[in-house]
Antibody, heavy 118, light 107 residues
Framework: QVQLVESGGGVVQPGRSLRLSCAAS????????MHWVRQAPGKGLEWVAL????????YYADSVKGRFSISRDDSKNTLYLQMNSLRPEDTAVYFC???????????WGQGTLVTVSS | DIQMTQSPSSLSASVGDSVTITCRAS??????LAWYQQKPGKVPNLLIY???TLQSGVPSRFSGSGSGTDFTLTISSLQPEDVATYYC?????????FGPGTKVDIK
């Protein structure tokens, strides 16, 4: 079955960097676009970034544009989110998610918590 | 960017009631809209895509409608397991913005 397992979260000081990973299994990873979505504690869902199935294009939310970078390694079936210049408002659970056709999100990981605090 | 709003922000209804949640886009998005259910402490679950297509495995009491800027999610007969927050999401183009959510509980 489809599995998405995030890792790399933790506590980080403002201005520092962190890289999240998402290990995918149970499907042909290279055939699907992938999303990152985050959810601050007690808040709603916020879409963060998308990478196309072949890595040829990426899209970002305005709140992270220029600071975050989404990438993928199809040889490792792994999705990444490089987060630079972190801010307290980036504190959230970060979910890795797989699209179904049309960018709808069909499968979600369990999430990894990122806390930005001094 | 297109903004997504939802109403109401919360509602309380009795078991068996019909419940309707509205999602509005600030500009037309054709039928490129999804609905998700997030139960407390759980990850979101896709209910409806392309505004009205029921995702496999989702109970038929859930239905979606709309096109352009106005969309609705209807639960035809509310069940205790439907207690959750419901989100819409635009999927026509980036950014793939979510609505703020509608919290549904049982009266």
């Amino acid at each position: 079955q489809v599995q998405l397992v995030e890792s790399g979260g933790g506590v980080v000081q403002p201005g520092r960097s962190l890289r999240l990973s998402c290990a995918a299994s149970g499907f042909s990873f290279s055939h699907y676009a992938m999303h990152w979505v985050r959810q601050a504690p007690g808040k709603g869902l916020e879409w963060v970034a998308l990478i196309s199935y072949d890595g040829s294009y990426q899209y970002y939310a305005d709140s992270v544009k220029g600071r975050f970078s989404i990438s993928r390694d199809d040889s490792k079936n792994t999705l990444y989110l490089q987060m630079n210049s972190l801010r307290p408002e980036d504190t959230a659970v970060y979910f890795c998610a797989r699209e179904r056709t049309g960018y709808y999100i069909e499968c979600w990981g369990q999430g990894t918590l990122v806390t930005v605090s001094s | 960017d297109i903004q997504m709003t939802q109403s109401p922000s919360s509602l309380s209804a009795s078991v068996g009631d019909s419940v309707t949640i509205t999602c509005r886009a600030s500009q037309g998005i054709s039928n490129s809209l999804a609905w998700y259910q997030q139960k407390p402490g759980k990850v979101p679950n896709l209910l409806i895509y392309a505004a009205s297509t029921l995702q496999s495995g989702v109970p038929s009491r859930f239905s979606g409608s709309g096109s352009g800027t106005d969309f609705t999610l209807t639960i035809s007969s509310l069940q205790p397991e439907d207690v959750a927050t419901y989100y819409c999401q635009k999927c026509n183009s980036a950014p793939f913005t979510f609505g703020p959510g509608t919290k549904v509980d049982i009266k």
